[in-house]
C-alpha cells in the first residue's frame, strides 16, 4: 500500500507547489497591471484538439496598453488559472470561457462550458 500512498502523497504536493506558483504570479501581476493603470481585465480562453489559449484580452480603461512581455504573461497566467479549475478542457471537442479580474479587489470571477455538452450549461466560480 505504500506505493500508492506515496503516488497520492506525490500528487498532493505536486498540486500545492503549482498552486503556490499561481498565487505568486498573481501577486505579481496585480502589482503590475495597477502600476499601468489597469482597473480590471477581462480574458476570453478556448481550447480543442489538445491545444488552448488566452483568445483575448479586455482592459478596463480601455486606453491601457502593456508591453507585449506583460501582455504574455498576463495571457499565460489566465490560461493556468482557468486550466487549473477544468484540467483537460482542450481534449476532443474542448471547451472554453471567460475569466474577469478584478484588480482592485483582486478577485477572479470565471466561467466555463464544454463544447461537446449537449445542454452547454456553463460552470462558474465567483470571488477566487
Known amino acids: 500500500m505504500t506505493q500508492k500512498e506515496d503516488f497520492f502523497r506525490q500528487m498532493s504536493a505536486e498540486k500545492a507547489l ?7 504570479i498573481r501577486a505579481l501581476l496585480v502589482t503590475e497591471l495597477r502600476a499601468a493603470g489597469a482597473a480590471r481585465a477581462k480574458m476570453f ?3 480543442y484538439d489538445d491545444d488552448g489559449n488566452v483568445e483575448d484580452v479586455i482592459l478596463e480603461p480601455s486606453n491601457i496598453l502593456l508591453p507585449a ?3 504574455l ?3 499565460d ?3 493556468e ?10 481534449i476532443d471537442c474542448g471547451g472554453g470561457g471567460e475569466m474577469e479580474w478584478d ?3 483582486d478577485t477572479i470571477d470565471l466561467s466555463y462550458s464544454s463544447f461537446g455538452d449537449e445542454m452547454n450549461i456553463p460552470e462558474e466560480y465567483k470571488g477566487q
Open 18 to 24: 503549482a498552486e503556490q506558483k499561481l498565487n505568486a
Open 45 to 47: 480562453y478556448e481550447g
Open 69 to 71: 512581455s506583460l501582455r
Open 73 to 75: 504573461r498576463l495571457e
Open 77 to 79: 497566467f489566465g490560461w
Open 81 to 90: 488559472f482557468a486550466y487549473s479549475y477544468n484540467p483537460g478542457l482542450e
Open 103 to 105: 484588480l482592485q479587489q
